[in-house]
T-cell receptor, first 114, second 113 residues
Framework: AQTVTQSQPEMSVQEAETVTLSCTYD???????LFWYKQPPSRQMILVIR??????QNATENRFSVNFQKAAKSFSLKISDSQLGDAAMYFC???????????FGTGTSLTVIP | EAQVTQNPRYLITVTGKKLTVTCSQN?????MSWYRQDPGLGLRQIYY???????DKGDVPEGYKVSRKEKRNFPLILESPSPNQTSLYFC????????????FGSGTRLTVV
């Protein structure tokens, strides 16, 4: 089974600074999809960004961008100009090409310091 | 509004008393799934369904049942809940293929005493 590893249980960042959350995964597939989800204290799961493995270009959504290294099986999330509202638990996730397998990491709790 | 409706939001029950957590989506998604979230363990998949009458075990299916009689509904059944099933549960749905992400329900905080 595929596994998703987030090695940083907790991270903190000063407001307006940049922070990078790490994620690695294990798979034997060549085509798949990767996601970052945000879970604020309201516990609602919110999709932040999505990456297709066959695309070399790193995905970007406003202040959120990823560094996708396919050979290294690494998928980190960079948050620029951090805001207080970015404080949340962040989950990295992997979805197989066929779509029937969808795995999550253990999460990274991000604190934003005013 | 496109959404996944999950009920109840909070539930406290006693060991052994059967319960059902309901999940309904209005987006015509083929794929539906249940997860439990525990501190330090992330989200672990309990069961998933790729279409009506088609269900499969995830990573932690023991003690749970599901059914998919209609495309929109995917209830989670705990026949005899135990304290180790105390957790935060999420229902999620998506289209299959093309790497769609999930739409999540709002979660059910279950406590079994």
């Amino acid at each position: 089974a595929q596994t998703v590893t987030q090695s940083q249980p907790e991270m903190s960042v000063q407001e307006a600074e940049t922070v990078t959350l790490s994620c690695t995964y294990d798979t034997s597939e060549s085509d798949y999809y990767l996601f970052w989800y945000k879970q604020p204290p309201s516990r609602q799961m919110i999709l932040v960004i999505r990456q297709e493995a066959y695309k070399q270009q790193n995905a970007t959504e406003n202040r959120f961008s990823v560094n996708f290294q396919k050979a290294a099986k690494s998928f980190s999330l960079k948050i620029s100009d951090s805001q207080l509202g970015d404080a949340a638990m962040y989950f990295c996730a992997y979805r197989s090409r066929t779509g029937n397998q969808f795995y999550f990491g253990t999460g990274t709790s991000l604190t934003v310091i005013p | 509004e496109a959404q996944v409706t999950q009920n109840p939001r909070y539930l406290i029950t006693v060991t052994g008393k059967k319960l059902t957590v309901t999940c309904s989506q209005n987006m015509n998604h083929e794929y539906m799934s249940w997860y439990r979230q525990d501190p330090g363990l992330g989200l672990r998949q309990i069961y998933y369904s790729m279409n009506v009458e088609v269900t499969d075990k995830g990573d932690v299916p023991e003690g749970y049942k599901v059914s998919r009689k209609e495309k929109r509904n995917f209830p989670l059944i705990l026949e005899s809940p135990s304290p180790n099933q105390t957790s935060l549960y999420f229902c999620a749905s998506s289209f299959l293929g093309q790497g769609y992400g999930y739409t999540f329900g709002s979660g059910t905080r279950l406590t079994v005493v």
